[in-house]
């Protein structure tokens, strides 16, 4: 079997999780983002289409194994080649799963941070942060606060 076209396949199965998943994990997680499900959308098919235009010529961009299992029962892909396909797109999927588990538990802990330190702002309880986030006052001093992590 032929590494580029395993590599392919496991570059696009990545790149459709992280962008579609990631997108529906940010959308149900965060609905203050409002990207929706038209951006959901948007984001399976733009993903689909990049990597279809990146490395679809290699690997005829499958990314999915359901699309594989359908190749092969139609007959546009051989079995013999089916199992080792799915196994670069489970690594894939997995890979790009644990990339979105660790940006949604980093963006859900500087979403409260950022509620815990706007809360104690408006108290006027403090006018500084911890090292690891910068609060930022707005004109009117403590009123308008924001807390950016670096």
Not at 64 to 73: C, K, Y
Not at 100 to 128: F, N, P, Q
Request: net charge positive; glycine share 12%; proline share 2%.
């Amino acid at each position: 079997m032929d590494f580029r076209k395993l590599s392919a396949e496991a570059i696009g199965t990545f790149w459709l999780t992280l962008g579609g998943c990631g997108s529906a994990v940010i959308a149900a997680g965060f609905p203050e983002v409002g990207i929706g499900l038209v951006g959901v959308s948007l984001a399976f098919g733009l993903t689909v289409v990049t990597m279809a235009y990146a490395v679809g010529h290699i690997s005829g961009a499958h990314f999915n194994p359901g699309v594989t299992f359908a190749f092969a029962l139609t007959r546009h892909f051989p079995w013999s080649r089916a199992g080792i396909y799915w196994i670069a797109q489970l690594a894939g999927a997995l890979a790009a799963a644990a990339k979105v588990l660790t940006a949604k538990t980093v963006a859900a802990v500087a979403a409260s941070v950022r509620l815990v330190m706007t809360i104690i702002s408006l108290d006027g309880e403090a006018t500084r942060s911890c090292r690891c986030c910068r609060l930022r006052t707005g004109r009117r001093g403590r009123s308008a606060s924001e807390v950016t992590l670096w």
